[in-house]
Every structure is written in structure tokens, then in C-alpha cells.
């Protein structure tokens, strides 16, 4: 089976526009969640999907939206970037719909706001 | 306040030895996750667990629930175990709360 796939991989943007990414989880797969990465706060949970709807979302300002299709692919949107919004961010499928399920890692999408 | 504390942060040791990395928890869990993490970014699951203890290969993680701790344990250390490791609880109400990680060295 194919893992989790992220794009693209890399993308510089500048503050104030605004970027999509996106997450194809693992076949068969049907959660999918949505991290932050920084060096200065770590790891951080954004939002899960499951069948297309939000389970559930972290602490993260609006602007950071999120949204998931039929086929369980998933796109993570941040509208009017900031410089704090450049990190990496990673996605990870989960077969089951419980959070306490192992889940897959894709590689991440590394963003740079300028 | 962090939800999920790990120590040590830093870690070197020589090739062969025995290494302890701690996780201690505030949170009530639904499971608790050990994660590696290389140079690059990618992230693999090493261990998902809930209670007792797991092996694979010459890594080994225990939890007890009563203490909310958990330990990984890596045998025989070899260079090709260079990695963040990542403690991370996933709490009952759904959410993911994340060590800050444990970077670890082996020298040859």
C-alpha cells in the first residue's frame, strides 16, 4: 500500500497570502489529522476528519481551516499568512475513527512565509 | 502548563548501550504513542499503547497508567537510532497532546 502523500512538498509564500495544502491519506484510510511543527512550540495538533466532517480542532485562530473529500483526501487552508505560520506541517491517516488508533505520518509540507 | 513532559531532551550515548527515555503525563488517555522522528521530518509510530508493555525488535515501551509514565527503552543503541523521539498521549476527549521530544545521539 501506498503511504500518505503530501503537496507539495515545499512552498515559500509571503505574509498576507494565502496557501493550500494538501493530504492523501493511506487507501482504506478515513481519519485524517492535521499537525504543526516549529521548532519553538513543537508539535502541535490542528484538527481531525472522519468521513468528511471535523471531529475535532486544536487551539488554532480561524484562519486555519480545514476540509475533507469522499475519497478521504484532505486540504488544509491558512488564509492571510503570517511570518509565525511558516513550520512544517504534517498530516497522518488513521484507519478507524477512534484518535487512539496508530497513525501513519506523511513527510509534510515545509512552509516559509516571507 | 504542558500536558505531556519528556525527559531527557538531550541524549548521547555510546553505541551498545542501553538507553531510557521518560514520559510523564497530565492528561486522562485514551492511548499513549511513541514517535521517531529523523533529520528531514518524517515521523514513524513506533509504539502505540494503553497499558503494559510492547516489544519490537530492541525497542521496548511501557506504560503504567497509575503513575501516568511511560518509558521507552531502546537495547543495544546503534548509530541508525539518531532521532527525535516523540512522546505523545491521545486524551479522551479526542485531542493529541505532544511531548517536546528527546533528541537522541549514538556515537560508533
Known amino acids: 500500500k501506498a503511504g500518505v502523500t503530501q503537496t507539495p512538498r515545499y512552498l515559500i509564500k509571503t505574509r498576507g497570502q494565502q496557501v493550500t495544502l494538501s493530504c492523501s491519506p493511506i487507501?482504506?484510510?478515513?481519519?485524517v489529522s492535521w499537525y504543526q511543527q516549529t521548532p519553538g512550540q513543537g508539535l502541535q495538533f490542528l484538527f481531525e476528519?472522519?468521513?468528511?466532517?471535523?471531529?475535532n480542532k486544536g487551539n488554532f485562530p480561524g484562519r486555519f481551516s480545514g476540509r475533507q473529500f469522499s475519497n478521504s483526501r484532505s486540504e488544509m487552508n491558512v488564509s492571510t499568512l503570517e511570518l509565525g505560520d511558516s513550520a512544517l506541517y504534517l498530516c497522518?491517516?488513521?484507519?478507524?475513527?477512534?484518535?487512539?488508533?496508530?497513525?501513519?505520518f506523511g513527510p509534510g509540507t515545509r512552509l516559509t512565509v516571507l | 502548563k504542558n500536558e505531556v513532559e519528556q525527559s531527557p531532551q538531550n541524549l548521547t550515548a555510546q553505541e551498545g548501550e542501553f538507553i531510557t527515555i521518560n514520559c510523564s503525563y497530565s492528561?486522562?488517555?485514551?492511548?499513549l504513542h511513541w514517535l521517531q522522528q529523523h533529520p528531514g521530518g518524517g515521523i514513524v509510530s513506533l509504539f502505540m499503547?494503553?497499558?503494559g508493555k510492547k516489544k519490537h525488535g530492541r525497542l521496548i515501551a511501557t506504560i503504567n497508567i497509575q503513575e501516568k509514565h511511560s518509558s521507552l527503552h531502546i537495547t543495544a543503541s546503534h548509530p541508525r537510532d539518531s532521532a527525535v523521539y516523540i512522546c505523545?498521549?491521545?486524551?479522551?476527549?479526542?485531542?493529541?497532546?505532544f511531548g517536546t521530544g528527546t533528541s537522541l545521539t549514538v556515537i560508533p
Open positions: 505523545a498521549v491521545s486524551g479522551t476527549g479526542n485531542q493529541f497532546y
Open positions: 499503547l494503553s497499558s
Open positions: 497522518a491517516s488513521s484507519s478507524t475513527a477512534r484518535s487512539y488508533n496508530e497513525q501513519f
Open positions: 487507501s482504506g484510510h478515513r481519519s
Open positions: 492528561v486522562g488517555i485514551s492511548a
Open positions: 476528519y472522519f468521513s468528511e466532517t471535523q471531529r
